[in-house]
């Protein structure tokens, strides 16, 4: 049986405290507008906004297994740039944040995972599932906080 327990290829950084924050780009399509969520927030952040890459996807980001794109906030501090910067190239994007804590609660592990162009750029990732199951996403999507509005699509 203990062959069968999911072993995550990401070590969750412990240096990172419950406090710090991890933004997360937010399509509109994430969105429902007529919609309250639970901690208040409007519009509601749907689940689907805290999906992870699937296999093919993560092996195109050279990641080892599914995983969820954030920015750590601290880092994206320290070099200099504001949190707007993430929206830079993602037209119509929103920006929602959830904490350190908040991942962990879900069973979910942090790690910086660094790239070229966004040395901020980290992973939120299953400690004992590999995929986010929809009630995991959802707890995050609960969690979150609106930093940026996305722009409310036009009803044709």
Same mark, same amino acid.
């Given at each position: 049986?203990a062959? =069968? ?5 990401y ?7 419950? +406090?710090c924050?991890?933004?997360?780009r937010?399509r ?10 639970p =901690?208040?927030?409007? *519009?509601?952040?749907?689940s ?10 993560a092996?195109r980001?050279?990641?080892?297994? *599914?995983?969820m794109?954030?920015a750590l906030?601290?880092v ?9 910067? @993430?929206?830079? &190239?993602f037209?119509?994007y929103? @920006?929602a944040?959830?904490?350190v804590?908040?991942?962990? +609660?879900?069973?979910? &592990?942090?790690?910086?995972?660094a /790239?070229?162009?966004? *040395?901020?750029?980290?992973l939120?990732? &299953?400690?004992? %599932?590999?995929?986010?199951? *929809?009630g /995991?996403?959802?707890i995050?999507?609960?969690?979150? %906080?609106?930093?940026i @509005?996305?722009?409310?699509?036009q009803r044709?």
């Open positions: 049986m062959d =069968n327990v999911y072993q995550s290829p070590a969750d950084d412990l240096t990172y405290n419950d +406090d924050i991890l933004f997360r937010i509109p399509d994430w969105v429902r507008w007529n919609q309250t969520g =901690n208040g927030q409007w *519009p509601r952040i749907t689907q906004a805290f999906q992870d890459y699937n296999e093919p996807m092996e980001m050279g990641c080892p297994a *599914p995983a794109s954030v906030a601290h994206l501090e320290a070099s200099g740039h504001l949190p707007e910067a @993430l929206l830079v &190239g037209p119509g929103g @920006l944040s959830i904490t804590k908040d991942a962990r +609660d879900a069973g979910q &592990g942090v790690t910086l995972w /790239t070229s162009e966004e *040395p901020w750029h980290g939120v990732f &299953g400690l004992v %599932v590999q995929i986010k199951s *929809p /995991t996403r959802s995050l999507a609960a969690t979150a %906080v609106w930093l @509005l996305p722009s409310r699509p044709g």
